[in-house]
């Protein structure tokens, strides 16, 4: 990647952003917010739909399971348009199959199929594999090298923002305030129940819409903006004239370390996140829905913290000391949450979320840090490794709905972030007692 000639000056005074380039960078830096609203709507989808759509926990499951596949199966082809096409229009096809996703669910909606959702799902979970792709390689090159972790940092900053935000637009404008046991659902005649599901599928379609259109907005500035040229990557070749393998190169131990603990992280994380409010509503059961939305977002919102913390404690403790501290204190309080009751399990869940908060980051840069120019195929099978997300919550939810309670579930993700915890121990033990903070990496 390169910045542009003319603003060769200014860079080598240190510039945050390029001269020219201030509405490109805030575009591109929208797109971290746009990815993490689709990730966290998954959350309060999970609960709605077993309303709307009279489905069970496991089946429920499923919306993380289709989302994150779509992740998976779409992040190596994101990379070879923009290899053909450029970066800008990789962001321009994740912009249009986002839009063309969040527009689908309104007929979903209106039939009440859940194969259309997940269907629907599915086409935004590729467009954000896109953006995702792309959003790392334009922050970074949008001023001076020596400040390009301020930059990520800084995007990365709007993803925990939008996964802050989520719950809260979900909680409000989707979550109708109606609440039903299952008994009274049952009791009530054919049509009034036939009528208060379609009801509650329908309170998807607002907030989609304007996602959809907000989407639109954005492709339409990113179409004209001015944004700096790229060299698109993965065209290197070795001393031979050939191209490296992408998948050979995970015979370097680090890197294939870190696409196991990523497996088990992203699993933890979406396996949390995607029953919190069926947890909530099982240990506490008069509180609301929208409440335990709130408190969601209250987690997630020491997510973000989790982060900015986490940066700062890594000026003094190693990296890898650090992410294995958090990955116990995760282990502890996951553990907590599912051995014991009422608002101490809810404040156990609800605290995970900061120590889950830097692992990301961490294991992506331990994973590439020494792998040079290869950094850029190492990469995305750490991205890939995010379909953990889509293995875990069908799990907890097949779980769940065998034993009929979900509380002893969270002992999962306890496991998962033990996994890590071990990844965490391995790797300090290899690095020694000399290491450097990690660069930034994608936030989830």
Not at 206 to 211: D, E, I, Q, S, T
Not at 255 to 264: H, Y
Not at 271 to 298: C, H, M, N, Q, Y
Not at 395 to 406: E, K, V, Y
Request: with cysteine.
């Amino acid at each position: 990647m390169a910045i542009p000639e003319q603003d060769a000056g200014e860079n080598r005074r240190g510039a945050f952003i390029a001269p020219g380039y201030l509405a490109g960078f805030i575009l591109v830096t929208s797109l971290f917010f746009l990815w993490a609203l689709a990730n966290n709507f998954n959350d309060i989808l999970i609960r709605q739909f077993q309303k709307a759509l009279d489905l069970n926990r496991a089946e429920a499951g499923f919306i993380q399971f289709v989302f994150y596949i779509g992740y998976f199966t779409m992040a190596l082809p994101a990379g070879m348009v923009m290899r053909r096409f450029g970066y800008r229009a990789g962001i321009l096809a994740g912009l249009g199959l986002y839009a063309v996703g969040a527009l689908l669910f309104y007929p979903a909606a209106e039939i009440r199929v859940y194969a259309a959702f997940l269907a629907a799902l599915f086409v935004i979970a590729a467009g954000a594999a896109f953006l995702e792709t792309a959003a790392n390689p334009y922050i970074v090159a949008f001023g001076h090298p020596s400040r390009a972790e301020q930059r990520l940092n800084f995007a990365q900053a709007f993803n925990g923002f939008g996964g802050f935000l989520a719950p809260i637009i979900g909680g409000v404008f989707i979550f109708s305030g109606i609440e039903h046991s299952k008994a009274d659902i049952a009791a009530m005649p054919p049509a009034q129940q036939a009528a208060y599901r379609a009801t509650e599928a329908q309170m998807v379609q607002g907030p989609y819409l304007v996602l959809a259109v907000l989407v639109v907005l954005i492709a339409i500035a990113v179409a004209m903006v001015r944004l700096p040229h790229i060299e698109p990557p993965g065209r290197a070749s070795d001393a031979h004239g050939k191209r490296p393998s992408r998948f050979a190169i995970l015979r370097e131990p680090a890197l294939a370390g870190a696409v196991t603990a990523q497996f088990f992280n992203i699993g933890a994380q979406v396996g949390v996140w995607s029953f919190f409010i069926d947890f909530v509503k099982e240990v506490t059961p008069t509180t609301p829905e929208r409440t335990a939305a709130f408190l969601l977002s209250f987690s997630l919102a020491l997510f973000m913290a989790g982060r900015f913390i986490g940066a700062a404690l890594m000026q003094r403790i190693a990296a890898t000391r650090l992410l294995t501290f958090f990955a116990l204190a995760g282990v502890f309080l996951a553990a907590l949450a599912a051995l014991t009751g009422g608002w101490i399990a809810v404040g156990a869940l609800t605290l995970t979320s900061l120590f889950m908060s830097i692992m990301f980051p961490t294991i992506f840069s331990l994973g590439v840090k020494d792998l040079g120019e290869r950094a850029m195929l190492g990469a995305p099978l750490i991205v890939m490794a995010i379909i953990g997300g889509a293995v875990f919550p069908p799990m907890m939810g097949f779980i769940s709905q065998a034993i009929g309670a979900l509380q002893p579930v969270m002992l999962v993700p306890a496991l998962c972030l033990a996994v890590v915890a071990f990844y965490a121990t391995r790797a300090h033990r290899a690095a020694g007692r000399v290491e450097t903070p990690p660069a930034a990496s994608p936030l989830h």
